[in-house]
């Protein structure tokens, strides 16, 4: 089993920067592969980033460029430094790590942009 607790979130405004923090435990973190889920009222849950356990990273279209995802093996932690931020990021946030095919969430942190 898997625990994921997601922190960082908040209010934001336009153009500034936030960054996500998720801590693991419960397993042997390095072996997992990690990633940011997003949910916006009204919308389906969409894949942010991940990063493989090899460190290999992957960002939705909407978010290259402005967001970086990263991974601290030795602290079990998942980052996402989140810049240039626009109101279409506002969203619960979530934290997900997968191995052979199980994928584990937390509960989620809320990001909102806005003036």
């Known amino acids: 089993q898997v625990q994921l607790v997601e922190s960082g979130g908040g209010l934001v405004q336009p153009g500034g920067s936030l960054r996500l923090s998720c801590a693991a435990s419960g397993t042997i973190f390095m072996t997992y592969a990690m990633g940011w889920y997003r949910q916006a009222p009204g919308k389906q849950r969409e894949l942010v980033a991940s990063i493989t356990s090899g460190g290999a990273t992957n960002y939705a279209d909407s978010v290259k460029g402005r967001f970086t995802i990263s991974r601290d093996n030795a602290k079990n932690a998942l980052y996402l430094q989140m810049n240039s931020l626009k109101s279409e990021d506002t969203a619960v946030y979530y934290c997900?790590?997968?191995?052979?095919?199980?994928?584990?969430w937390g509960q989620g942190t809320q990001v909102t942009v806005s003036s």
């Open positions: 997900i790590a997968e191995r052979f095919k199980v994928r584990f």
